[in-house]
Nanobody, 126 residues
């Protein structure tokens, strides 16, 4: 059974940093790309960042490019989202996602993913 567990969210002031983690279990995640999405109150879920299975290719939403960094550990079982220079508009629940197919390289759409974590709240105060 695939499980994704996010952690690292919290309350931070604008300009601060947080590091989110997504611990994956239930299969060999080193064979799969992974992604981060977020959903703010009253808004649709949106793409944040994605990484391919080797960690050598990444993609970012324009709104976070240059501020957020997605990475994965050498064992490929944990995916991280380093968030710097946080803004109030980054406030949202952040979700980690994984695809069913190992063919997905860097997915930027929700429909690319089949498994989702429970989410972790990030709140940025002004």
């Amino acid at each position: 059974q695939v499980q994704l567990v996010e952690s690292g969210g919290g309350l931070v002031q604008a300009g601060g940093s947080l590091r989110l983690s997504c611990a994956a279990s239930g299969r060999t995640f080193s064979n799969y790309g992974m992604g981060w999405f977020r959903q703010a109150p009253g808004k649709e879920r949106e793409f944040v960042a994605a990484i391919n299975r080797s960690g050598g290719s990444t993609a970012y939403a324009e709104s976070v490019k240059g501020r957020f960094i997605i990475s994965r550990d050498s064992a490929k079982t944990t995916v991280y989202l380093q968030m710097n220079s946080l803004k109030p508009e980054d406030t949202a629940v952040y979700y980690c996602a994984a695809p069913r197919s190992p063919r997905l390289r860097v997915g930027i759409y929700s429909d690319d993913y089949d498994y989702w974590g429970q989410g972790t709240q990030v709140t940025v105060s002004s």
